[in-house]
């Protein structure tokens, strides 16, 4: 375990969601947290969440799709905080629509932000943390990094390509000896303000995929994977879980109930909002939206599959010990 108290980590997308809710974990932690987002509202109340929580956040404005920008934020952070120790990828912005039905240039912004700005972050860090040969990226991932569903074809594509390009770069790394970590967090749907302000083209309004948990679930998940980075991939979610054995069992069937129940269950009964985006511009500029979303009486706020994930190894030997007792006790009763 690597305690981060006093240790300064980085959160892009920190100003709300699952950033918001992870800069207050790390908060909690005593972490010294640099927060990198668009909006001031929100980066503003993040930084006052984690001095409230007990730590020490400093604010940097940086469009993570743009790689100047993040760069010159991580030269500041480490001019003004220190070494930086952990960096941590949760920014993203997406569109809700059919492939049909999005634009070229919104397809491309989608991916410039939420695949290139984990590229960029990662690139950042590494340059930083190799001469030290020291430190941890946490990539925040999703259960459609190996399980596209309808009307999320951009979000989709880019977790399948932040995951294809975290295992590349881990080989490397193992090639090169290199003592940092990369780990991949793979999250479930998540109760979070992405459902007001992402760009949305449907009739009515966007919905996680039930079951739906709070950011909090992911936050600790997240800051348990900076804490414990070894592993290389951590499930958050019986939801996820069961989606990436039933993607490796039976694609062809998951393809098919999708294409069923994958679009009605992604909308409300509600019109869609009107008016608010974050793809080009931030939608907490003047207005901070924190990390709930307006699902909290769907949401699950614990998830026991998270606790087992994390302490496999001991769930398994303590497995193995049970089924050896048992087998003496059927021996002893023969």
């Not at 981060?4 to 918001?20: E, K, Y």
């Not at 800069?23 to 109340?45: F, N, P, S």
């Not at 995951?163 to 998540?190: C, M």
């Not at 079951?211 to 996820?240: C, D, F, L, N």
Request: aromatic share 6%.
């Amino acid at each position: 375990m690597a305690p981060l108290r006093g240790r300064v980590v980085v959160v892009t997308g920190a100003s709300g969601g699952v950033g918001r809710a992870v800069v207050r974990e790390l908060g909690a932690r005593g972490a010294r947290v640099a927060l990198i987002a668009r909006g001031t509202a929100g980066l503003g109340a993040a930084a006052v969440d984690v001095g409230t929580a007990g730590g020490d956040a400093k604010v940097y404005e940086a469009d993570v799709a743009d790689y100047e920008q993040v760069r010159a934020a991580a030269e500041r952070i480490e001019a003004e905080m220190g070494p930086i120790s952990v960096w941590i990828n949760t920014a993203f912005s997406s569109v809700f629509a059919k492939f049909s039905d999005i634009s070229a240039d919104e397809y491309a912004r989608t991916t410039s932000v939420t695949y290139l700005g984990y590229v960029w972050g990662t690139k950042v860090a590494l340059d930083l943390m190799t001469p030290r040969n020291a430190g941890t990226i946490v990539q925040t991932g999703s259960a459609l990094s190996q399980r596209g569903i309808p009307l999320q074809s951009a979000y989709c594509g880019a977790k399948h390509a932040i995951k294809g390009f975290t295992e590349s770069l881990r080989t490397e790394l193992l090639a090169d000896g290199s003592n940092i970590d990369v780990t991949l967090v793979q999250l479930p749907a998540v109760n979070t303000p992405q459902f007001e302000w992402v760009l949305s083209k449907l009739r009515r309004h966007p919905q996680p995929v039930p079951p739906i948990y709070q950011p909090e679930v992911a936050a600790r998940a997240i800051v348990y994977a900076a804490e414990h980075p070894g592993r290389k991939e951590y499930w958050v979610g019986a939801s996820t879980a069961a989606t990436l054995v039933a993607q490796r069992i039976a694609p062809a069937l998951v393809d098919r109930y999708l294409a069923r129940t994958g679009i009605d269950s992604q909308q409300t009964d509600d019109k869609r909002p009107s008016g608010v985006s974050n793809l080009w511009e931030p939608a907490d500029e003047d207005k901070d939206y924190g990390a709930h979303g307006t699902f909290d009486r769907r949401s699950h706020s614990h998830s026991p599959q998270v606790w087992l994930s994390q302490h496999r190894r001991a769930v398994l030997l303590a497995a193995a010990g049970a089924a050896a007792t048992l087998t003496a006790a059927r021996r002893l009763t023969r």
